[in-house]
């Protein structure tokens, strides 16, 4: 057998990295899916390519390894984009029963967008992130979803951090920590 460096294992790895991450965060949550990532995911299996790495020779071994530092980058890509690989998840999924649920909810008088709470983390002593999933018939939010830089909405009560689209009409608004829908500061 020819020793040759293998470039589909760097791939694997990087495939691996997303199918391992999806299940944490989407069932752990954003932060709880983070951390359990980072505290098992990331150690076990970079522990398992080094002594992967260990029993193999040549270019193999350099392949293994570069397998490592495939997934260790994918990890970071993913975990700094963990809250949008979330969203996108769930709304691959869930999309339906999400829409189903926001225009369920009764018009409100205020002049206020349809809502329901779409995700939230926190930690004690630390406070809690509400995100916020909005039906916006008119697509008014579009625009602050491109700019993506924090501001006062029409149709949100308070300031937001971020808006972020997930289709035509629906649209995620990310609180400040403390913030809610109901409680602005």
Same mark, same amino acid.
């Given at each position: ?5 293998? +470039?589909?294992?760097?791939f ?12 944490? %965060? ?5 932060d ?9 995911? %990331?150690? %076990?299996i970079?522990?398992a ?9 040549g270019?193999l071994?350099?392949?293994?390894l ?8 994918? &990890?970071w ?7 949008e690989?979330? &969203?996108?998840v769930?709304?691959?999924?869930? &999309?339906?029963?999400?829409k ?15 809502? %329901?709470?779409?995700?939230? +983390? ?8 509400d995100?916020?999933l909005?039906?916006d018939?008119?697509?008014?939010? &579009?625009?602050?979803?491109k700019?993506?830089?924090p501001?006062k909405?029409n ?6 951090y ?9 649209y995620?608004?990310l609180?400040?920590t403390?913030t ?6």
């Amino acid at each position: 057998m020819r020793d040759r460096f293998n +470039w589909l294992l760097p791939f694997y790895a990087a495939v691996g990295a997303l199918f391992l991450f999806v299940p944490f %965060i989407t069932t752990f949550g954003y932060d709880g899916g983070e951390f359990l990532y980072v505290l098992l995911a %990331i150690p %076990i299996i970079s522990i398992a390519l080094i002594v992967l790495a260990f029993f193999k020779r040549g270019r193999l071994r350099l392949a293994v390894l570069s397998m490592l530092v495939v997934f260790w980058a994918s &990890s970071w890509g993913l975990l700094k984009n963990a809250l949008e690989v979330r &969203s996108e998840v769930r709304w691959l999924f869930l &999309s339906r029963h999400y829409k189903a649920k926001v225009l369920a909810e009764p018009v409100p008088a205020n002049g206020e967008l349809k809502h %329901i709470e779409w995700d939230g +983390w926190g930690f004690a002593g630390a406070g809690d992130t509400d995100v916020f999933l909005v039906y916006d018939p008119s697509d008014s939010l &579009s625009a602050a979803a491109k700019n993506q830089a924090p501001g006062k909405f029409n149709g949100i009560p308070c300031e937001v951090y971020k808006i972020r689209r997930l289709e035509s009409h629906y649209y995620t608004a990310l609180f400040y920590t403390d913030t809610s829908w109901d409680q602005c500061n």
